[in-house]
């Protein structure tokens, strides 16, 4: 197939690039490079993908440039492009989720329904739409309540996804995301914060009491469920968990088995911080054949693995 896939220098697209590469698709790769963290970290994830024939990469903003010519021909579109972060998502920094997660959703959209003649558009949509459920687990059917900004945008483009598939037949399928680990995370999230600290001997900052629960999902189950909702016929919603829901204080001490003494510094909990996450992932299991097989001690030592090369040390 014909893909293209946003925010492909991103941890997760990139991944799910050289993993349509792979499959023996054909992937023009968008993003526009955001100085949310390095642009040398974003470079290194495009690594292997710049020397793959079937690859190329276009360097453009969503939410501004003329998209016609970046659909022509293209039967899938993952959108992974976003602006990511819960904390940073209050104040002025606003403005940029807007523009990043429900501007750029938009005209991708329209674009698409306009122009495109798309088989399938997968939207990276996040557990953070559901906020501080009461649910738990948590069911596609649950009261969506954010407890964000971020979540308030990931779900506006999610709407947004629903709107143009209801009244357009656009055929949108919407992965909500929970918590995704492995090598290339994001610099900004807890299992990167926590084993940077670790391996460089600092203590590791906890906010709250770290009894807190999330369910982690490891990259190549979130890439695998892009794949099954290219090749299946559902459209709508689903979560997508990793079924290894922990506390991040039992997260701790894995990881301290994993990569050393694990020094914890307590701080206040964070606004728009949720308490617990969970997926039901019967409708993903069901419709997609979705079923994650990654276990947490092996996906976190992937992550302690690349992270110590990333930092140059030897184990
Ligand atoms: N990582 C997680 O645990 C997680 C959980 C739930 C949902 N998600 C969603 O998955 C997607 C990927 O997340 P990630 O962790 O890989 O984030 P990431 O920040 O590593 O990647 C996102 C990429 O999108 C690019 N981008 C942002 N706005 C753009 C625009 N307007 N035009 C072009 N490119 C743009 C950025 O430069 C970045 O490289 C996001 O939509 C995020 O909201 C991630």
Redesign the pocket.
Known sequence: MRCLV??V?????SHLAERLIELGHEVLG?????D?YAREL?EGNLGRLRGEPQFSLAT????TADLRPLLAGREVVFH?????GVRPSWGQSFEGYL??NVL?TQRLLEAARTYGRLRKLVY????SVYGNAEDVPMHESSRTAPYSPYGVT?LAAEQLCELYRRNFGLPTISLR?F??YGPRQ?PD?AFHRFISAVLKGEPVRVHGDGEQTRDFTYVSDAVQANVDAMEGAAVGVFNIGGGSRVSLNDALRLLGELAGPVRVERGEPQAGDVRHTLANTAAARAALRYAPRMPLREGLAAQVAWQTRMLGLSR
């Open positions: 946003t925010g220098a991103g941890f997760i697209g968008v993003d526009r490079f955001t949310y974003k453009v903003d969503l939410a992974q492009a976003a602006q990511a523009h990043d750029a990276a949509s996040s557990s990931k995301y918590t995704v994001r999230m």
